[in-house]
DNA sequence: GTGTTTCAGGCAGCTTTGACGGAA
DNA sequence: CTTCCGTCTTTGCTGCCTGAAACA
C-alpha cells in the first residue's frame, strides 16, 4: 500500500503509530481487538484490508482491557484522525497534524501509562483461538528438518548395525549363552520355534535401563551393557542381533524413526515424548512404574500386567565383580526392592521374585549337565506359542511387566523354516514377541507414535520394511517425505543391505583379527558367510512381500481417508477436475459409495496444459468435462471489446483425460524458417515442445545475432511470471533451426569478445580523461599555493579555490577540498572514492629525504604527493 | 467419551500473452 | 525513427487445511 503523497512528515508519523497500534492489537495472544471508534476524531486514516476485516470483526468485542498503553495509541489515533468504517484502502488524504504531536502524546501517555480500565465482559475474540496456519516458508523449513532428522536416524541406525557385527560383542554373547542354545546355528532351516528360547534366554539374562550411557560410542555401550546385563531397548534390541548374527543366522536392527513432522506445527502435538507421557500418565495411571518409560510395550495383550517401574529407581548401581552377585543386585534395582524392607509384599514384588528366580536359573543353565539342559531345551520349546508372546510367567518378569507403550526398536531374523521360500521374523527382546509384526502398529497407535518409517539395518544398509509392520498406510502415507527423495536415500543403502550376509563382517575380520581366548569367536568365525547370493533373491522376494501388502490394504473405514488414498478412491471425494475412467472395477462399498481403484481416477486438463507435457489432442476427441469459469476478469475484458460474447462459450473450461492425447505434432522446420505459433514464438515449456529441426539457445540477446546474419528465429516463451495483477510471458533466448546453431554461436561468441574488448577500453579512455582531469586541478593549485603563500592573503587565496574547485567540477573531478586549504593529492584519494580506480594499477615510490611520494600509473601520468 | 462427518472460514497458490515512456 | 528495456500494480478463483459442531 503506497500513500498517495507523503508531503507532511506528521502525516507519515500518524500512519506509523495507527498500524503500530493494529499490529499490536492484532498480535496473538492481544486482549482482543478494541474499537478505535471515536468516530467525532474520525477523520482519515488508511488500514490494511486484512487489518481491517480484523478490525470489523473486533468491533463487535469491544470489551476489554484498554491499558495505558493502548489509550496512549488511541490518542495518537484521536490527534491523527481515523475514519474507522469508510476508508478507501487505496486513499491517502492528507490530515492537519500538529508539529508538536508526538511530544505531546508522549507526555500524555507517560501520565496514562499506569491507568488500567476495566470492562465487564470478556471480549469475544479473545475466546477465539489463534488459528495457526503455516506459510510456504515454514513448510519448507520444517521439511528440511525432516530430512535431516530421517538422515541422522538413518546414520545412528546404521552405527547401531556396524556394532552388532563387532567380533568381541558377538564372542561375548556366545561366551554367555548355554551350549544347548547354541545348537540353532548348525540347524538348515530356521523356524520361529528354534528362535523363541533365544529370545527366552535374553529376557531371562539381560533387563532394561532406563537412561542411554551417555558420551560414549555405541559399541561401548553395547560391551557395557553384556558386562553389566542391563541396556537400553536400543542395545537390547541391537544384543539380540548380534547374538544371532554370531550364531550364523541373518539378521537386521529394525528401528522405527520418529522424525520430526513434516508439517510446521504439528509437533506441538505430536511430539513423541510429550505424547507418550501423555499416554502413559492417562492409561497408567494407577500402576507401579517397573519398565522405563522408552522400553515398555505391551507385547501381547492377554498377558499385559500394569507395573511400571520408577524411573528414579531404576536407575543401578555399578556392576559387581560376582556375576551371580551382579545379577541379584541389578535385578533387585529393577525391580525397585533392594532397599524395600517395609514387608508390604506388592505384585511387582512378586514379579521381582520370580525375575530373580530366573536370573539365577538362566545363570545356573551354563553350568549344568547336557542332560539337564537337553530337558530344559524340550520344556521351553514346548512353552513357547507361536505367534504370540515368548514370556511365561518368569520371563514376563525378567525384563519389566507390559504396557501399551510404543515400541522404538526390534530385531527381525529370517527364518528360512517357515513358509515356502523362509521370512523375515519379528522379534522384540524388551516386550519378549516374536512374530508378532501385526501388533506393532496398535502398539504404535496406542501411544500415538506414528509408524511413519521403519527401517531395518543390515550389512551398513538399510532398507525401508513399513509395510510389514504399518497396515493403514493411508494414515501415514501423507506424513511421509515425498517418495522420490526417500528412495533416492535410501537406494544405496538398499544395496548394501541386500547384498549383506548375516556373518560377513565376522568373515572379513577374521583373519587380521584374532583375540585371546575366543573359542566362541572362531566357533562363529568358522560358520559365517555361508551363501550371498541367497541374499539377492531373498531380497526380491522381501520386495515382492512388501509391494503384495502395499497393494492389498483393507478399504478405509472412514470416508475421510478416501480422499487422498493411494490405492481407493470413491466418486464422492474427486476432485473437480478429476474423473472415473474406466468407472470400474468396484471394488468395494463404503457406505453405499462404491470404491474404484485409484488407477481408475484420472486427472483432466486444458488443452493448453497438455501442451506442457508435450501432449495435444487427438482428432475428433471432445471434452470429458466442461467447467464454468467465473472470470469477472474475462467478462469486462469482453464486454469491453463490445462483442456480446456468449457466456457459456467464453467462460467455460473444456477438459480433456490424458488418454485422449497423442504425442505433439509441430511441424518441421523447412528451408530454415521455424515454426511459430498465431503470436509469432515457439512456447519452449519443455524439450518436447520444440518443432523438429529447432534448437533452443538460452543465451541473453542472443537475437541480435540472429537478426544480424538474417537468420529466422523466433523468441522462446518459457513461462510466465504473475506481475501487475496479470501474467507476463517470460521470454529466455530464441530457437532457431539447428543447421544454424553453431554459426549464431559463434558469432555470438565473437561478438562477445569485442563487447568486452569495447568495454576495456572505454574504460581505459575514462581512467587516461580522469588521470588528466586530475594532474590539471593539482597543478592548478600547486601554482595557486605558490603565488599566493602568503598568509595575509589568505582570503583571496579562498576565494581562488573556490574558483578552481568550480573549474574543477565543471571538468567533472570533484571538489578535493573539503576542510579548508588545499589537501594534498593522498587525502583526495581517500576522500574521492571517483578517482580511486585510477591509482588501481599504479606504482608508487617514496623519497625518504625530501619526503615525496611519487605515482605512477600505467597510463604515462605520474603525480608527486608530499607527506604531511 | 470417542470417533466420524459435515460445514464454514481463511489462506496459499495457481492463474497465464500490455501499455507506456525513456534511453540508446 | 525504431528498438529495447524498465516500470507500472498488486486479481480472483480453487483447493486445502483447520476447528467447531453435530451426530453415531
Given at each position: 500500500m503506497k500513500p498517495k503523497s507523503e508531503s507532511k512528515d506528521g502525516k507519515l508519523a500518524v500512519r506509523e503509530a495507527v498500524n503500530k497500534f493494529l499490529e499490536r492489537r492484532n498480535a496473538p495472544g492481544s486482549q482482543g481487538k478494541k474499537k478505535l471508534d471515536d468516530t467525532n476524531n474520525a477523520q482519515n486514516c488508511d488500514f490494511p484490508k486484512r487489518d481491517k476485516g480484523k478490525y470489523e470483526k473486533g468491533k463487535q468485542a469491544a470489551e476489554g482491557k484498554l491499558t495505558g498503553k493502548d489509550l496512549e495509541e488511541r490518542e495518537c489515533g484521536r490527534s491523527a484522525g481515523c475514519d474507522d468504517d469508510e476508508m478507501n484502502d487505496s486513499d491517502w488524504e492528507d490530515c492537519p497534524v500538529p508539529s508538536h504531536d508526538d511530544t505531546a502524546v508522549d507526555a500524555y501517555a507517560d501520565e496514562t501509562r499506569d491507568l488500567t480500565i476495566e470492562f465487564d465482559r470478556v471480549p469475544e475474540t479473545k475466546r477465539q483461538k489463534n488459528v495457526y496456519r503455516a506459510t510456504a516458508e515454514d513448510k519448507e523449513r520444517a521439511e528440511l528438518v525432516?530430512?535431516?532428522?530421517?538422515?541422522?536416524?538413518?546414520?545412528?541406525?546404521?552405527?547401531?548395525?556396524?556394532?552388532?557385527?563387532?567380533?568381541?560383542?558377538?564372542?561375548?554373547?556366545?561366551?554367555?549363552?548355554?551350549?544347548?542354545?547354541?545348537?540353532?546355528?548348525?540347524?538348515?532351516?530356521?523356524?520361529?520355534?528354534?528362535?523363541?528360547?533365544?529370545?527366552?534366554?535374553?529376557?531371562?539374562?539381560?533387563?532394561?535401563?532406563?537412561?542411554?550411557?551417555?558420551?560414549?560410542?555405541?559399541?561401548?555401550?553395547?560391551?557395557?551393557?553384556?558386562?553389566?546385563?542391563?541396556?537400553?531397548?536400543?542395545?537390547?534390541?541391537?544384543?539380540?542381533?548380534?547374538?544371532?548374527?554370531?550364531?550364523?543366522?541373518?539378521?537386521?536392527?529394525?528401528?522405527?524413526?520418529?522424525?520430526a513432522s513434516?508439517k510446521p506445527g504439528a509437533d506441538k502435538d505430536e511430539s513423541?515424548g510429550r505424547?507418550?507421557?501423555k499416554?502413559?500418565?492417562?492409561?497408567?495411571?494407577?500402576?507401579?512404574?517397573?519398565?522405563?518409560?522408552?522400553?515398555?510395550?505391551?507385547?501381547?495383550?492377554?498377558?499385559?500386567?500394569?507395573?511400571?517401574?520408577?524411573?528414579?529407581?531404576?536407575?543401578?548401581?555399578?556392576?559387581?565383580?560376582?556375576?551371580?552377585?551382579?545379577?541379584?543386585?541389578?535385578?533387585?534395582?529393577?525391580?525397585?526392592?533392594?532397599?524395600?524392607?517395609?514387608?508390604?509384599?506388592?505384585?511387582?514384588?512378586?514379579?521381582?521374585?520370580?525375575?530373580?528366580?530366573?536370573?539365577?536359573?538362566?545363570?545356573?543353565?551354563?553350568?549344568?549337565?547336557?542332560?539337564?539342559?537337553?530337558?530344559?531345551?524340550?520344556?521351553?520349546?514346548?512353552?513357547?506359542?507361536?505367534?504370540?508372546?515368548?514370556?511365561?510367567?518368569?520371563?514376563?518378569?525378567?525384563?519389566?511387566?507390559?504396557?501399551?507403550?510404543?515400541?522404538?526398536?526390534?530385531?527381525?531374523?529370517?527364518?528360512?523354516?517357515?513358509?515356502?521360500?523362509?521370512?523375515?521374523?519379528?522379534?522384540?527382546?524388551?516386550?519378549?514377541?516374536?512374530?508378532?509384526?501385526?501388533?506393532?502398529?496398535?502398539?504404535?497407535?496406542?501411544?500415538?507414535?506414528?509408524?511413519?518409517?521403519?527401517?531395518?539395518?543390515?550389512?551398513?544398509?538399510?532398507?525401508?520394511?513399513?509395510?510389514?509392520?504399518?497396515?493403514?498406510?493411508?494414515?501415514?502415507?501423507?506424513?511421509?517425505?515425498?517418495?522420490?527423495?526417500?528412495?533416492?536415500?535410501?537406494?544405496?543403502?538398499?544395496?548394501?543391505?541386500?547384498?549383506?550376509?548375516?556373518?560377513?563382517?565376522?568373515?572379513?575380520?577374521?583373519?587380521?583379527?584374532?583375540?585371546?581366548?575366543?573359542?566362541?569367536?572362531?566357533?562363529?568365525?568358522?560358520?559365517?558367510?555361508?551363501?550371498?547370493?541367497?541374499?539377492?533373491?531373498?531380497?526380491?522376494?522381501?520386495?515382492?512381500?512388501?509391494?503384495?501388502?502395499?497393494?492389498?490394504?483393507?478399504?478405509?473405514?472412514?470416508?475421510?481417508?478416501?480422499?487422498?488414498?493411494?490405492?481407493?478412491?470413491?466418486?464422492?471425494?474427486?476432485?473437480?477436475?478429476?474423473?472415473?475412467?474406466?468407472?470400474?472395477?468396484?471394488?468395494?462399498?463404503?457406505?453405499?459409495?462404491?470404491?474404484?481403484?485409484?488407477?481408475?481416477?484420472?486427472?483432466?486438463?486444458?488443452?493448453?496444459?497438455?501442451?506442457?507435457?508435450?501432449?495435444?489432442?487427438?482428432?475428433?476427441?471432445?471434452?470429458?468435462?466442461?467447467?464454468?469459469?467465473?472470470?469477472k476478469l474475462?467478462?469486462v475484458?469482453?464486454?469491453?471489446?463490445?462483442?456480446?460474447?456468449?457466456?457459456?462459450?467464453?467462460?467455460?473450461?473444456?477438459?480433456?483425460?490424458?488418454?485422449?492425447?497423442?504425442?505433439?505434432?509441430?511441424?518441421?522446420?523447412?528451408?530454415?524458417?521455424?515454426?511459430?505459433?498465431?503470436?509469432?514464438?515457439?512456447?519452449?515449456?519443455?524439450?518436447?515442445?520444440?518443432?523438429?529441426?529447432?534448437?533452443?539457445?538460452?543465451?541473453?540477446?542472443?537475437?541480435?545475432?540472429?537478426?544480424?546474419?538474417?537468420?529466422?528465429?523466433?523468441?522462446?516463451?518459457?513461462?510466465?511470471e504473475y506481475r501487475s495483477g496479470r501474467?507476463n510471458?517470460?521470454?529466455?533466448?530464441?530457437?532457431?533451426?539447428?543447421?544454424?546453431?553453431?554459426?549464431?554461436?559463434?558469432?555470438?561468441?565473437?561478438?562477445?569478445?569485442?563487447?568486452?574488448?569495447?568495454?576495456?577500453?572505454?574504460?581505459?579512455?575514462?581512467?587516461?580523461?580522469?588521470?588528466?582531469?586530475?594532474?590539471?586541478?593539482?597543478?592548478?593549485?600547486?601554482?595557486?599555493?605558490?603565488?599566493?603563500?602568503?598568509?595575509?592573503?589568505e582570503v583571496?587565496t579562498r576565494s581562488?579555490v573556490a574558483k578552481t574547485e568550480t573549474?574543477a567540477k565543471a571538468?567533472n573531478v570533484k571538489s578535493p577540498t573539503k576542510q579548508g586549504g588545499v589537501k594534498r593529492?593522498r587525502e583526495s584519494r581517500s576522500e574521492d572514492e571517483s578517482h580511486e580506480?585510477?591509482?588501481?594499477?599504479?606504482?608508487?615510490?617514496?623519497?625518504?629525504?625530501?619526503?615525496?611520494?611519487?605515482?605512477?600509473?600505467?597510463?604515462?601520468?605520474?603525480?608527486?604527493?608530499?607527506?604531511m
Amino acid at each position: 500500500m503506497k500513500p498517495k503523497s507523503e508531503s507532511k512528515d506528521g502525516k507519515l508519523a500518524v500512519r506509523e503509530a495507527v498500524n503500530k497500534f493494529l499490529e499490536r492489537r492484532n498480535a496473538p495472544g492481544s486482549q482482543g481487538k478494541k474499537k478505535l471508534d471515536d468516530t467525532n476524531n474520525a477523520q482519515n486514516c488508511d488500514f490494511p484490508k486484512r487489518d481491517k476485516g480484523k478490525y470489523e470483526k473486533g468491533k463487535q468485542a469491544a470489551e476489554g482491557k484498554l491499558t495505558g498503553k493502548d489509550l496512549e495509541e488511541r490518542e495518537c489515533g484521536r490527534s491523527a484522525g481515523c475514519d474507522d468504517d469508510e476508508m478507501n484502502d487505496s486513499d491517502w488524504e492528507d490530515c492537519p497534524v500538529p508539529s508538536h504531536d508526538d511530544t505531546a502524546v508522549d507526555a500524555y501517555a507517560d501520565e496514562t501509562r499506569d491507568l488500567t480500565i476495566e470492562f465487564d465482559r470478556v471480549p469475544e475474540t479473545k475466546r477465539q483461538k489463534n488459528v495457526y496456519r503455516a506459510t510456504a516458508e515454514d513448510k519448507e523449513r520444517a521439511e528440511l528438518v525432516h530430512k535431516v532428522h530421517l538422515l541422522c536416524l538413518l546414520a545412528r541406525g546404521r552405527i547401531v548395525d556396524n556394532a552388532c557385527n563387532d567380533l568381541l560383542i558377538q564372542a561375548s554373547l556366545l561366551s554367555l549363552l548355554p551350549s544347548y542354545l547354541s545348537k540353532v546355528s548348525n540347524l538348515e532351516s530356521v523356524t520361529v520355534r528354534d528362535i523363541a528360547p533365544l529370545l527366552r534366554w535374553v529376557r531371562g539374562n539381560f533387563s532394561v535401563r532406563c537412561t542411554p550411557s551417555s558420551e560414549k560410542s555405541f559399541r561401548t555401550s553395547l560391551a557395557f551393557a553384556i558386562e553389566s546385563r542391563k541396556g537400553t531397548a536400543e542395545e537390547l534390541g541391537a544384543l539380540v542381533v548380534a547374538l544371532l548374527r554370531a550364531l550364523n543366522l541373518t539378521a537386521r536392527f529394525v528401528s522405527i524413526l520418529d522424525v520430526a513432522s513434516l508439517k510446521p506445527g504439528a509437533d506441538k502435538d505430536e511430539s513423541p515424548g510429550r505424547n507418550r507421557a501423555k499416554t502413559k500418565q492417562s492409561i497408567f495411571r494407577n500402576s507401579t512404574l517397573m519398565v522405563p518409560k522408552q522400553q515398555t510395550i505391551s507385547s501381547s495383550p492377554n498377558k499385559s500386567s500394569s507395573h511400571i517401574k520408577n524411573k528414579s529407581i531404576c536407575e543401578t548401581s555399578e556392576p559387581q565383580h560376582d556375576p551371580l552377585q551382579e545379577k541379584m543386585v541389578n535385578s533387585s534395582c529393577e525391580a525397585g526392592m533392594s532397599t524395600k524392607s517395609d514387608g508390604t509384599r506388592r505384585k511387582g514384588d512378586v514379579e521381582f521374585e520370580m525375575q530373580l528366580a530366573m536370573a539365577l536359573t538362566a545363570t545356573a543353565d551354563n553350568q549344568q549337565s547336557p542332560k539337564v539342559n537337553e530337558k530344559k531345551k524340550r520344556r521351553e520349546m514346548t512353552n513357547t506359542s507361536y505367534g504370540l508372546s515368548v514370556s511365561d510367567q518368569v520371563m514376563s518378569t525378567a525384563i519389566g511387566s507390559k504396557k501399551v507403550e510404543s515400541p522404538l526398536c526390534w530385531a527381525e531374523v529370517y527364518c528360512s523354516g517357515e513358509n515356502m521360500d523362509g521370512k523375515w521374523v519379528h522379534l522384540d527382546p524388551v516386550n519378549g514377541m516374536i512374530d508378532a509384526e501385526q501388533t506393532v502398529e496398535a502398539a504404535a497407535a496406542a501411544s500415538k507414535t506414528l509408524l511413519r518409517y521403519v527401517v531395518a539395518f543390515a550389512g551398513g544398509g538399510a532398507k525401508d520394511v513399513t509395510r510389514r509392520y504399518c497396515i493403514k498406510w493411508h494414515t501415514i502415507s501423507s506424513k511421509r517425505v515425498s517418495s522420490l527423495w526417500w528412495d533416492m536415500v535410501l537406494a544405496p543403502l538398499r544395496e548394501l543391505e541386500s547384498a549383506t550376509v548375516g556373518g560377513s563382517a565376522l568373515s572379513k575380520h577374521r583373519e587380521g583379527y584374532a583375540p585371546r581366548n575366543s573359542s566362541s569367536l572362531n566357533h562363529v568365525a568358522n560358520k559365517a558367510c555361508s551363501s550371498s547370493s541367497s541374499f539377492g533373491i531373498r531380497s526380491a522376494l522381501e520386495d515382492m512381500e512388501l509391494a503384495t501388502r502395499a497393494l492389498t490394504e483393507p478399504l478405509p473405514t472412514n470416508q475421510q481417508a478416501y480422499k487422498s488414498h493411494e490405492l481407493y478412491a470413491i466418486e464422492k471425494w474427486l476432485h473437480k477436475n478429476q474423473i472415473l475412467h474406466p468407472k470400474g472395477p468396484v471394488v468395494g462399498f463404503f457406505s453405499g459409495h462404491p470404491v474404484y481403484p485409484r488407477t481408475c481416477v484420472q486427472t483432466l486438463r486444458t488443452k493448453q496444459r497438455w501442451l506442457h507435457d508435450g501432449l495435444q489432442l487427438k482428432a475428433n476427441e471432445v471434452p470429458v468435462k466442461i467447467l464454468k469459469r467465473n472470470s469477472k476478469l474475462k467478462k469486462v475484458k469482453d464486454s469491453g471489446d463490445g462483442d456480446k460474447v456468449i457466456e457459456e462459450g467464453s467462460q467455460c473450461m473444456e477438459l480433456y483425460g490424458k488418454w485422449q492425447m497423442e504425442p505433439l505434432c509441430l511441424p518441421h522446420a523447412v528451408n530454415g524458417i521455424v515454426p511459430k505459433n498465431e503470436r509469432g514464438q515457439v512456447d519452449v515449456w519443455s524439450e518436447k515442445c520444440l518443432p523438429p529441426g529447432t534448437v533452443h539457445i538460452r543465451i541473453p540477446r542472443i537475437h541480435s545475432v540472429a537478426k544480424r546474419f538474417g537468420i529466422d528465429y523466433a523468441p522462446a516463451m518459457v513461462g510466465f511470471e504473475y506481475r501487475s495483477g496479470r501474467a507476463n510471458p517470460v521470454y529466455e533466448g530464441i530457437v532457431v533451426c539447428t543447421e544454424f546453431k553453431d554459426t549464431i554461436l559463434e558469432a555470438y561468441a565473437e561478438e562477445q569478445e569485442k563487447r568486452e574488448e569495447e568495454e576495456r577500453r572505454r574504460n581505459e579512455a575514462e581512467a587516461a580523461s580522469r588521470w588528466y582531469q586530475l594532474l590539471l586541478s593539482i597543478l592548478t593549485r600547486e601554482s595557486l599555493k605558490n603565488r599566493y603563500a602568503d598568509n595575509s592573503k589568505e582570503v583571496e587565496t579562498r576565494s581562488l579555490v573556490a574558483k578552481t574547485e568550480t573549474v574543477a567540477k565543471a571538468e567533472n573531478v570533484k571538489s578535493p577540498t573539503k576542510q579548508g586549504g588545499v589537501k594534498r593529492g593522498r587525502e583526495s584519494r581517500s576522500e574521492d572514492e571517483s578517482h580511486e580506480h585510477v591509482f588501481l594499477d599504479e606504482q608508487e615510490t617514496f623519497d625518504e629525504e625530501t619526503s615525496v611520494k611519487t605515482k605512477r600509473c600505467k597510463c604515462g601520468f605520474s603525480v608527486q604527493v608530499e607527506q604531511m
